[in-house]
Each structure stands twice: as C-alpha cells, then as structure tokens.
C-alpha cells in the first residue's frame, strides 16, 4: 500500500530549463509535505516544504505547488543546473506525528 | 551544522551473523529514526525512538530490533542477518521543536551503510 507515490522513475532536462517533479499520496490525513535531495554516496538533504494550509512555497529556484483537492504536490526546478542531477524524495507527514511516508524517488539529470 | 554519522559506509556480513548498525548526531535531537532504501521502493522506515530507551516500530520492523541507551546514539540490530537484507541503511535525526507542530520537525540524515549479507 503506497501511500505516497512519484510515478517517474527518471526525467531528463536540458540545463536553463524547468524541472518538474511529480508525487501523488492517497492519506487525506496529510497535511505536510517535504522534498528531499540525494546524491549518490550521501544521505537525502532537505529542500523545501509545505504545509497543506499552503499551495505553493518558493525558495529560490524551488518553488513546491500542492493541489489538496486532487492529491498531488508538484516541485518546479527553475532553472534547471546540472548540480541538480540527483535523485528527489518527496514525504508526507501529518500533524500526529514525527514519521514521514517517502516516495520511491525520481531520478533527475540536467543535461549540460 | 548538523551531524549524523553512521559508524560504517560499507559492510559485508553472512547468514545468520548478528550484526550491529550504529548512528550518532550531535544536535542533543530527541527523535531518531532508522530507514532502509531498496530501488523502487523508496525509504521506508524500520524503527524510530523519541527518547532514551524509547521506541517504536516503524513500517517494516520485522527481522529487526533497536536500542537507545543515550540520546546521541541509535542502534540498529539485526538478529539472525538474511539476504533479504541487502540494503542501504540510512539514519535520521530530528529535535522536538514544542512551538511546532509535530510534522514540521525536519530530519537530518546520515551518509548511509550499506549492508551486503552473503
């Protein structure tokens, strides 16, 4: 029973282009969602997050756009570098609790 | 700067070894979490302790055990070690911020072990 979904195993994109992450979860329950970055050899890194009284977060080039009505939150790279080429988590939370449910990550490469 | 460090990058083990994850932060965070990651599964959450000899079991628990003797430290134990448990282990830590609401406590990870059993 996966909770929290990413769909695309891997996308590719050209550098100074948009990068566009997906991730649907199914738990009304949730009311806070995460990005996570992770680079081979290291562990995942924070990047942004939103609380579900939000539906949109911007930080610099990430900017984090949840849709509550159709369960499904969404991260825009803009632009896209190539330090960016990782492998992005998306996590779900909510209030009762110190546990996040993690997607099965996408695979992101800037091509240069 | 917070720091979580996971006692081996590498490990190879055989059936049945007991074998012994360990994982330290240095932020004083109450809460400590233990995660494996398998491809195309994500990370998915074995065990997590929000307190010194606390614990609780997480999504995936079994063949599995912890221990929190002190509040910097968070083992992870696998008993009777089986192949099946070829991974990454991955730690995490997070302080209990009483202003927040629970799901805004973020979570520092470690580099990771990965474990290969033979």
Redesign the interface.
């Known amino acids: 029973d996966q909770q ?1 979904k ?1 769909n695309s ?1 891997s996308l590719s994109v050209q550098e100074g282009r948009i990068s566009i992450l997906n991730c649907d979860y199914t738990n009304s329950m949730f ?2 969602f ?1 990005w ?1 970055k992770k680079y081979p ?6 990047l942004i ?1 939103i ?1 579900s009284i939000k539906d949109k977060n911007e930080d610099g080039r990430f900017t984090v756009f949840l849709n509550k009505s159709a369960k499904h939150l969404s991260l825009h790279i803009v632009p896209s570098q190539p330090g960016d080429s990782a492998v992005y ?1 998306c ?1 779900a ?13 996408t695979r992101l490469k800037v091509l240069a | 700067d917070v720091k979580v460090t996971q006692s081996s990058r590498y490990l190879v083990k055989r059936t049945g070894e007991k074998v012994f994850l360990e994982c330290v932060q240095d932020m004083d965070h109450e809460n400590m979490f233990w995660y494996r990651q398998d491809p195309g599964l994500g990370l998915r959450l074995i065990y997590f302790s929000y307190d010194v000899k606390m614990k609780e079991k997480g999504d995936i628990p079994e063949g599995y055990s912890v221990s929190r003797e002190k509040k910097e430290r968070f083992s992870l134990i696998l008993e009777s070690a089986s192949t099946n448990q070829t991974s990454m282990y991955l730690c995490a830590s997070s302080f209990i911020d009483r202003g927040k609401r629970r799901a805004k406590n973020i979570q520092y990870f470690g580099a990771g072990t990965r474990l290969s059993v033979l």
């Open positions: 929290v990413q195993p009311d806070y995460l996570y050899a290291e562990g995942p890194t924070f997050s609380s988590f996590a939370s909510h209030s009762g609790t110190y546990k996040y449910i993690f997607g099965t990550g």
